[in-house]
């Protein structure tokens, strides 16, 4: 079984090493039911990169049960917690977990939550496809571009290795409320956080796309998918972790290498959280439900990796125990 730590946003993706990973391909068929009877709504707001997932299993659950309305904004997780923790939202799509101050809020506005990781994803580092210089690119590389010292210093690209051109970097990157900006900084710089600040930050993916794929000057990051539904637009830049018991150089993030481990230090979970406000609704407990029935199959659709089949049963065991408990406290 896939061990990595809920609790902290560091993903152990060499648990992965030799795993068999059986998918499950149960997509649409939930046990519960989704009720074509059932009627409400449901808000989802968060991560742009989990964002593909759900709003592939929202329109899925549309035709099974049409009367409930599900909206899926993207705020980033940052965004995303800050609703959630104040009772805006029902479920909240996260790259990261959650962090000890945003739970505090939670806490205080009597808010309980149960975190359900549904996927895995390697973030993927980018260039313009016209750039024929960036071969490969080595995690303390991208430390010495993106750490808070570097800006105003760092600003061309044979600051970095000599070989390549005298021409100045124009980074790309997602916004402070991003989970994918504190997962990239803190697996990169050593820091949740910390890194320069004169980069085009954006929470929306598909802006960041947009500049590097029109840049041959560019260098940014997000999540796989972005970067597998315009691969005819960008260029992957395979990382090496400078890891001696890895022995294979640099890695280009794929499927299969995000899922054996060896895609490395850029793996990592995905989540979305469900508040204990929201079970007391009937068509959000279907919802989840049909969320953890279908997400193997659907994220694999959008381009990330799924989790064992194991793992959604026990997702959704650990569900149904928390929409109990918090049921009896009503």
Known sequence: MLNFKLSSVKFNAAVLLGATLMFSSCGGNNEEGAGGDLSGSIQ??????????????????????????????????GGGFKKFTRGEIDIVDASRPIKDSEASVAQENGISYVELPVAYDGLTVVVNPENDWVKDITIDELKKIWEPAAQG?????????????NQEIHLYGPGVESGT??????AVVGESGASRGDYTASED??????????DVNALGFFGYAYY??????????????????????????????????????????????????ATQSPATVDFVNFYLDSAAELSQEVGYI???????KEQKEKFKQFAEGTAKKQ
């Open 181 to 186: 900006y504190d997962y990239f900084t803190e």
């Open 205 to 214: 993916d598909n802006v960041l796309v947009q500049g590097v794929s029109t």
């Open 306 to 312: 799924p989790m064992p089949a194991e793992m959604y």
């Open 228 to 277: 597998d539904e315009n691969k005819d637009k960008l260029k992957v830049v395979p990382v090496d972790d400078l890891k001696d018991d890895n022995g294979k150089g640099a890695i280009t993030p794929t499927l299969e290498t995000v899922k054996d481990g060896s895609y490395a230090p850029l793996s990592r979970p995905l989540f979305i959280y469900v508040s204990s406000k």
């Open 44 to 77: 989802i707001d968060g991560s742009s990169t989990v964002y593909p997932v759900t709003e592939a299993v929202a329109e899925e659950y549309r035709a099974e049960a049409p009367d409930v309305k599900v909206t899926v904004g993207v705020s980033g997780t």
């Open 153 to 165: 210093k760092i600003t061309r690209w044979n600051q970095i290795r000599p070989e390549w051109p």
